[in-house]
């Protein structure tokens, strides 16, 4: 009923940037938080960062100060603004979204992007 579309991956070299993006669409009712996470070979998925319906947000510590989330409400859409990137930060990246449906209603459920590559050269 809910796909997630992302976009805006890619490579780029260490203190480079990049902005990922990531529209929500099909049978939404509302959208609660919204988040991006990652995993890196040989290590667990993580959060990134997350914004509430409200605008509230959390960082991982490794990217407070260069990464910032924000979002769209009215597109459905949350960006991920990634700025001063370094190699440690190459993994793939996962749009999330708690997303209440028609059919769910009241009860809210996780939906997931593809992924997308983030590659940091050096």
């Known amino acids: 009923q809910v796909q997630l579309v992302e976009s805006g991956g890619g490579s780029v070299q260490a203190g480079g940037s990049l902005r990922l993006s990531c529209v929500a669409s099909?049978?939404?009712?509302?959208?609660?938080?919204m988040g991006w996470y990652r995993q890196a070979p040989g290590k667990q998925r993580e959060s990134v960062a997350t914004i509430s319906g409200g605008g509230s947000v959390n960082y991982a510590e490794s990217v407070k100060g260069r990464f910032t989330i924000s979002r769209d409400n009215a597109k459905n859409t949350v960006y991920l603004q990634m700025n001063s990137l370094k190699p440690e930060d190459t993994a793939v990246y996962y749009c999330?979204?708690?997303?209440?449906?028609?059919?769910?209603?009241?009860?809210?459920?996780?939906?997931w992007g593809q992924g997308t590559q983030v590659t940091v050269s050096s």
């Open positions: 999330n979204a708690a997303v209440v449906t028609p059919y769910s209603h009241p009860v809210e459920s996780d939906y």
């Open positions: 099909g049978s939404i009712l509302s959208i609660h938080v």
